[in-house]
């Protein structure tokens, strides 16, 4: 997946409130953000195989330390303690931080083929194979963002211009990318591949921008 995992960030604002947008986009896609690095060290693996399904071309060899159920849990109890240590929530906060990104795997299991694992070291790999079906895809995934922006939307209200142009654009920007890679062609390599997951950052930090522009509904 990719914008219904920010669809997750986006709707856990109702949950945790007081933890800012860039947090929880940070804390949705934390797997995607560690990936790109280990394969980039040589740590884990991705090969480009056109019609490895109908979705992706991208065909995930290797991903325990980023991906597995294993990593994403004690990775979602790390930022939740950092969140924690930082900002001295609790519990909404940190539990909601943890649980996102723990989130992560269950969306990936859910439109993966069976290539998630479930532990850093075992041969076990699930995945129900949405993204075997366009279309399915397209209606879950665009669901779960659109319930998702509604919630923050529903949540949170513009404190100036940019709080509300600025959230537009970002959510037209999310939808553009997301349908110019799943109908554009193939990537050229892995390593291609990586370097451009790195801009996921440039992401959490249009969320933190965006936030601090924005202020919590009362009643």
Same mark, same amino acid.
């Given at each position: 997946?990719?914008?219904g995992?920010?669809?997750?960030?986006?709707?856990?604002?109702?949950?945790?409130?007081?933890v800012?947008?860039?947090?929880?986009f940070?804390?949705?896609q934390l797997?995607?953000?560690?990936?790109?690095n280990l394969?980039?060290?040589g740590i884990?693996? !991705?090969e #480009?195989?056109p019609? =490895?399904?109908?979705?992706?071309p991208?065909?995930? +060899?290797s991903y &325990?330390?980023?991906?597995s159920?294993?990593a994403?849990s004690l990775?979602?109890?790390v930022?939740g303690?950092?969140?924690?240590?930082?900002k001295?929530q609790w519990?909404?906060?940190?539990?909601?931080?943890?649980v996102?990104?723990?989130s992560?795997?269950?969306l990936?299991?859910?439109s993966?083929?069976?290539?998630?694992p479930?532990?850093?070291g075992g041969?076990?790999r699930v995945?129900?194979?949405?993204?075997?079906s366009v279309?399915?895809t397209l209606i !879950?995934? #665009?669901?779960f963002? =659109?319930v998702?922006v509604a919630?923050?939307?529903? +949540?949170?209200k &513009?404190?100036?211009?940019?709080?509300?142009?600025?959230l537009w654009?970002?959510?037209a920007f999310?939808?553009?990318v997301?349908?110019?890679?799943l109908f554009?062609?193939p990537?050229?390599?892995?390593?291609a591949?990586?370097?451009?997951?790195?801009s996921?950052w440039?992401l959490?930090l249009?969320g933190y921008?965006i936030?601090r522009?924005r202020?919590?509904?009362?009643?």
């Amino acid at each position: 997946m990719f914008i219904g995992h920010f669809g997750v960030g986006f709707g856990a604002k109702r949950v945790a409130p007081a933890v800012s947008l860039g947090t929880l986009f940070l804390a949705s896609q934390l797997a995607d953000l560690i990936w790109p690095n280990l394969v980039l060290l040589g740590i884990e693996r !991705v090969e #480009i195989r056109p019609g =490895a399904t109908a979705v992706t071309p991208l065909d995930f +060899v290797s991903y &325990p330390y980023s991906h597995s159920l294993l990593a994403l849990s004690l990775w979602g109890v790390v930022l939740g303690a950092l969140f924690w240590t930082v900002k001295r929530q609790w519990p909404a906060g940190p539990i909601t931080v943890a649980v996102v990104v723990l989130s992560h795997w269950a969306l990936d299991a859910l439109s993966h083929r069976p290539d998630m694992p479930l532990t850093l070291g075992g041969t076990t790999r699930v995945g129900l194979g949405l993204w075997n079906s366009v279309p399915g895809t397209l209606i !879950v995934e #665009i669901s779960f963002f =659109a319930v998702g922006v509604a919630v923050y939307c529903g +949540v949170t209200k &513009p404190r100036d211009r940019i709080g509300s142009l600025g959230l537009w654009l970002l959510i037209a920007f999310l939808f553009v990318v997301y349908i110019a890679n799943l109908f554009g062609p193939p990537p050229p390599s892995s390593t291609a591949v990586a370097w451009a997951a790195q801009s996921m950052w440039l992401l959490v930090l249009w969320g933190y921008w965006i936030d601090r522009h924005r202020q919590l509904r009362r009643g």
